[in-house]
């Protein structure tokens, strides 16, 4: 079953604008992450923000978690052409458990 | 650096063939997992296992079976391939405490069809 659904399913942008992705949920977690995946390619973390948190920042990523909502955004400022892929939040029930993934974003940055 | 391999990139095999697909991690990790990656689903839930000679089945099991000998090595067994396993494979790991940043690090993938 997925756990998390994601949107829009694809977006599309100029360099330098920012990208804004949501993520909603079904069940209590422990935790929720982003991932992104480049074309063919396997999974890289991004994000990790704990229930218990509200916002937290990674460079130009800025992820929030609203969990009465259960709901998460991820928004990316000053988008690159690099950050071309697509994104994925997961969601985890426990530390080291099991991942259950959203369908995930693609986002298209056109230099 | 931290590494999770797959033993092919791209695999074509065809119906009823019995298919192997390996993972090997060398982070010491206790938990290791085996997604299918389709259009429009994400990543979907196949086997796991928390430790070695166990197992404990996903989302999407039916199918599919798994084997964990050592602790590095987790594979993926297609007993009869079928048409509707054609897909992208992603094994992952993660240690059992889930690290500062409880991230999965994954392999590659293994594209797979089946004709």
């Known amino acids: 079953s997925q756990q998390g659904e994601e949107d829009p399913q694809a977006l599309s942008i100029q360099e330098g604008e920012n990208a804004t992705m949501n993520c909603s949920y079904k069940t209590s977690i422990n935790n929720l992450q982003w991932y992104r995946q480049n074309s063919g390619r396997g999974l890289v973390h991004l994000i990790l923000i704990r229930s218990n948190e509200r916002e937290k920042h990674s460079g130009r990523l800025r992820v929030t978690l609203d969990t009465s909502k259960k709901s998460s955004s991820l928004l990316i400022t000053a988008s690159r052409a690099a950050d071309t892929a697509s994104y994925f939040c997961a969601t985890s029930k426990a530390a080291g458990n099991k991942l259950t993934f959203g369908g995930g974003t693609r986002v298209l940055v056109k230099p | ?115």
């Open chain 2, 1 to 115: 650096d931290v590494k999770v391999t797959q033993s092919s990139r791209y695999l074509v095999k065809r119906t009823g063939e019995k298919v192997f697909l390996e993972c090997v991690q060398d982070m010491d990790h206790e938990n290791m997992f085996w997604y299918r990656q389709d259009p429009g689903l994400g990543l979907r839930l196949i086997y796991f296992s928390y430790d070695v000679k166990m197992k404990e089945k996903g989302d999407i099991p039916e199918g599919y079976s798994v084997s964990r000998e050592k602790k590095e090595r987790f594979s993926l067994i297609l007993e009869s391939a079928s048409t509707n396993q054609t897909s992208m494979y992603l094994c992952a790991s993660i240690t059992s405490a889930g690290g500062p940043s409880n991230e999965q690090f994954f392999g590659p993938g293994t594209r797979l069809t089946v004709l």
